[in-house]
């Protein structure tokens, strides 16, 4: 990876008070150990009439997907534009948990849900609010915004915590959402896209009145079955897709239970997959129209830009038609940055292993700050690099449709995941016996579509050859870390 993309949060502070001297500014960035409160205060003075203010910590924008899988990108030409060609793709993004309020709780505290405590979709009231870097940036003196789909389940008349202005959809769908607008709730007719959209422009144009830098949370519903692309973009083309070799796999002894019982087919796949990339269209408009009124109020270099996705989406691999697994499309997701005065605008792709949990450790460390809260994620504007990373998931408890809970060792040349006799108890505290029921190994370098488990079959000789006690004992610790 290029020297540009390895600058981090020092590097930038040291561009950007160059950048002020050189302009002829009289007001100085504050630097690192201004604290907020005087660092809003400087900002006030501006150096020149009609002149934005200056502050050294970036705006930032976290734009979250939900269940777009990793390879959708002919329906996102506007953000690759920007984010890809103009940015850092990191191409070995994971989501820790491949489910919908897990994962976001992930992005908000930077913590996998064995911590957070948000094991499946209807425990939101488990993710500590303080913990989340919302909290933090609101304590720094940041103005935070939120727009779209928060939690899962969340009542749209609890506000969410630590945001000043936001506009939560609840229930969430495609067409005539109900909005709760920062206290006042009502239905608004058309696609619910474009009204995240519009607020989100709202408040990113508050920017050039404001002092304040800013942190704005956008969630489109784009690409959540029931999959419902606005009108204009009901028929658009969609180019055809021939499967992968995951798709066409007819043995499938090697696999468990439920997959082996899994039957979704190439053609709704294709299916999954065109409607998809059609509501994505309209995520990718919105993405668009934030990157010309970033531009247009001169505030683009200075934000940094993260686009995530929740989790992924398998299209009939191995039968299957959803998410929740440890599969490759389940838990590979799209992560893009960009941050033009931090030196990442220059079209790199980094293969590090990286997370959804790495979000929020990113963003604090841009806006200079050190969370109060332990995480689990690390920064990717630094050069820390792991070697592995623990996905996991639990079945929700009362829910009797597979898969069972599972947890996996993942990295860029092996995977090795078990599954459990455990679900999630009303608390959200996993209960059973805790007892393996079945385990996989893949060797993804020379196996990258899961087809053979190594495991099946195997001798005990085989399993130490292949290093399988060491992976089990890794995977039980990171379960405990």
């Not at 940015?87 to 994971?94: D, K, M, P, R």
């Not at 630094?382 to 996991?392: A, I, K, S, W």
Request: charge should be negative.
């Amino acid at each position: 990876m290029g020297a540009e993309v390895q600058l981090g949060r020092r590097g930038f502070l040291t561009g950007a008070a160059a950048a002020v001297a050189a302009a002829g500014s009289t007001a100085c960035a504050p630097s690192a150990t201004v604290p907020p409160v005087q660092a809003v205060q400087e900002v006030a003075e501006v150096h020149e009439a009609g002149a934005q203010p200056v502050d050294s910590r970036p705006n930032i924008l976290v734009i979250v997907t939900d269940d777009q899988p990793k390879y959708l990108a002919e329906a996102l030409p506007k953000t690759r534009r920007w984010l890809v060609d103009q940015g850092v793709e990191f191409t070995s993004a994971h989501a820790t948990t491949p489910l919908c309020c897990p994962s976001r709780s992930s992005i908000f505290s930077g913590r996998y849900a064995h911590n957070h405590g948000v094991r499946d979709n209807y425990l939101k009231l488990n993710l500590d609010q303080n913990t989340t870097f919302q909290r933090h940036l609101k304590d720094a003196g940041y103005r935070n915004g939120m727009f779209g789909k928060y939690l899962n389940e969340w009542r749209i008349k609890m506000p969410p915590e630590h945001f000043e202005d936001f506009a939560v959809l609840s229930p969430v769908g495609y067409v005539d959402g109900r909005f709760n607008r920062n206290g006042e709730i009502a239905k608004l007719p058309g696609y619910t896209t474009h009204h995240i959209r519009d607020f989100a422009l709202e408040f990113v144009r508050q920017g050039t009145r404001d002092p304040r830098p800013w942190c704005a949370y956008v969630a489109p519903y784009g690409s959540h079955a029931p999959f419902t692309p606005e009108e204009q973009y009901a028929d658009a083309p969609v180019s055809a897709w021939q499967g992968r070799p995951s798709v066409a796999e007819t043995d499938k002894s090697d696999k468990p239970p439920y997959l082996r019982d899994a039957h979704t087919s190439l053609s709704r796949g294709r299916t999954v997959r065109r409607e998809q990339a059609r509501t994505l269209m309209s995520v990718d408009d919105t993405v668009g129209a934030l990157h010309d009124e970033l531009k247009a109020t001169g505030q683009l270099d200075n934000t940094l830009v993260i686009f995530i996705g929740d989790n992924g989406y398998l299209w009939g691999d191995h039968g299957w038609g959803r998410k929740s697994v440890p599969y490759r499309p389940a838990y590979e997701v799209p992560f893009f940055l960009s941050w033009p005065a931090g030196g990442l605008a220059s079209g790199t792709k980094d293969d590090r292993i990286v997370a959804n949990i790495d979000v929020s450790a990113t963003v604090l460390d841009a806006a200079g700050v050190t969370p109060s809260t332990p995480q689990d994620g690390r920064s990717v504007l630094g050069p820390d690099e792991r070697d592995h990373l623990l996905l996991e998931f639990w079945r929700q408890g009362g829910d009797r449709r597979p898969p069972h809970s599972w947890a996996s060792y993942v990295s860029k040349t092996e995977q090795y995941t078990e599954y459990y006799a455990l679900q999630t108890g009303p608390a959200g505290v996993p209960v059973g016996s805790g007892r393996v029921v079945f385990r996989e190994y893949y060797d993804l370098a020379d196996d990258p579509y899961q087809l053979v488990n190594k495991l099946y079959g195997a001798s005990p000789q085989d399993e130490q050859s292949w290093g399988i006690p060491g992976l089990v004992s890794r995977l039980a610790a990171d379960r405990l870390s």
